[in-house]
């Protein structure tokens, strides 16, 4: 069982750089970062990137995602770590990150979850941004499910 666990582990890490790399190439580091920041009129943002959220804009829920995607990138390429010399805010982000991106998932997007999981999900019909979202916040939920799940039988 070990193994499975293990192989969900990868496969969840897995949809949380492509979706990471999806989003990044679809929207654009420079706006990722007016999201993170509020800066999220529609003049302040590009195209392509009001095109990813929608006619009404950014909201707080899509806001948060960006910044899960954003440490999910930046812990991917190594620029952050959890480590000792870090601030505690920094480790404790870097912690509760895949929890607090599971519950946006499980109750903001629990039907394209779920579409996800059962393989209904019509990927064809939605952006790459829009799909990157969705792939990191799915990545991190069967991360944390399959750790939840894995610590129950310790």
Not at 21 to 28: A, E, K, M, Q, Y
Not at 115 to 130: D, L, T
Request: proline share 1%; hydrophobic share 45%.
């Amino acid at each position: 069982m070990a193994t499975l666990k293990s192989n969900l582990k990868n496969i969840a890490a897995m949809a949380v750089l492509v979706g990471t790399i999806l989003f990044v190439t679809s929207v654009g580091v420079g706006d990722m970062i007016d999201i993170c920041m509020g800066n999220t009129a529609n003049t302040d943002l590009s195209v392509e990137t009001q095109g990813v959220f929608g006619a009404d804009g950014v909201d707080t829920v899509e806001r948060i995602s960006t910044m899960f995607i954003a440490v999910a990138g930046l812990s991917t390429l190594g620029l952050i770590g959890a480590s000792r010399s870090n601030p505690k805010a920094v480790n404790d982000i870097l912690k509760w990150t895949p929890a607090f991106a599971t519950a946006i998932c499980l109750t903001t997007y629990m039907s394209e979850f779920s579409s996800i999981i059962q393989g209904e999900f019509v990927w064809s019909a939605h952006n790459e941004g829009y799909v990157g979202m969705l792939l990191v916040l799915t990545g991190y939920t069967v991360w944390t499910l399959t750790d939840a799940l894995s610590r129950r039988n310790a």
